[in-house]
T-cell receptor
Framework: EAQVTQNPRYLITVTGKKLTVTCSQN?????MSWYRQDPGLGLRQIYY???????DKGDVPEGYKVSRKEKRNFPLILESPSPNQTSLYFC?????????????FGPGTRLLVL | AQSVTQPDIHITVSEGASLELRCNYS??????LFWYVQSPGQGLQLLLK??????LVQGIKGFEAEFKRSQSSFNLRKPSVHWSDAAEYFC???????????????FGKGTKLSVIP
């Protein structure tokens, strides 16, 4: 089954404790992206990647890191989480044939930073 | 700067009534436009998209949307709403894209739809 998976789905942590949220897709997509969703703000893009070893900042990259060492995986790293990073996070992927390609979203990771 | 506006934060309709969700975009070139739906506790699912051709686009679950360049709008419609349509709906536009394929997707803040039985 074609899908985007994220782990963990729920995470409670404390300020300053490094964490990684994994994202994996099995559709051989070139393009992958991370969003955060906050009430009243919709989805905002954090980082995106056009292919292996190619990443770029989205609209809200501060406090986050990403890596793309393999085509299928695009982990999101919070080196020193803060309470303002409490949010719902979505990973998405698509083909890069054109910017009109459909993005497929993972189920989301709900993060609470105390 | 490119932006997407969904003027209605929350809409309530009766089951069987028609629905129109508004979306306005600000973008200089021909936009690539999307509507996504998010059911409670779920990820986002694509309803439909427009990037060229016929300005009336058909999507899944009986939804359609019409691109109107003169009004910078891409409103989502459904002739008869079902209780299962209760969800949050997001309009999105591709921004910052280049010939190399790099692009960003900018979302509106969403419209929450409630359906009264």
């Amino acid at each position: 089954e074609a899908q985007v998976t994220q782990n963990p789905r729920y995470l409670i942590t404390v300020t300053g404790k490094k964490l990684t949220v994994t994202c994996s897709q099995n559709m051989n997509h070139e393009y992958m992206s991370w969003y955060r969703q906050d009430p009243g703000l919709g989805l905002r893009q954090i980082y995106y990647s056009m292919n292996v070893e190619v990443t770029d900042k989205g609209d809200v990259p501060e406090g986050y890191k990403v890596s793309r060492k393999e085509k299928r995986n695009f982990p999101l790293i919070l080196e020193s989480p803060s309470p303002n990073q409490t949010s719902l996070y979505f990973c998405a992927s698509s083909f890069l044939a054109g910017s009109g390609e459909t993005q497929y979203f993972g189920p989301g990771t709900r993060l609470l930073v105390l | 700067a490119q932006s997407v506006t969904q003027p209605d934060i929350h809409i309530t309709v009766s089951e069987g009534a028609s629905l129109e969700l508004r979306c306005n975009y600000s973008y200089g070139a021909t936009p690539y436009l999307f509507w996504y739906v998010q059911s409670p506790g779920q990820g986002l699912q694509l309803l439909l998209k427009y990037f060229s051709g016929d300005t009336l686009v058909q999507g899944i679950k009986g939804f359609e949307a019409e691109f109107k360049r003169s009004q910078s709008s891409f409103n989502l419609r459904k002739p008869s709403v079902h209780w299962s349509d209760a969800a949050e709906y997001f309009c999105a536009v591709v921004t910052s894209y280049s010939g190399a394929g790099s692009y960003q997707l900018t979302f509106g803040k969403g419209t929450k739809l409630s359906v009264i039985p």
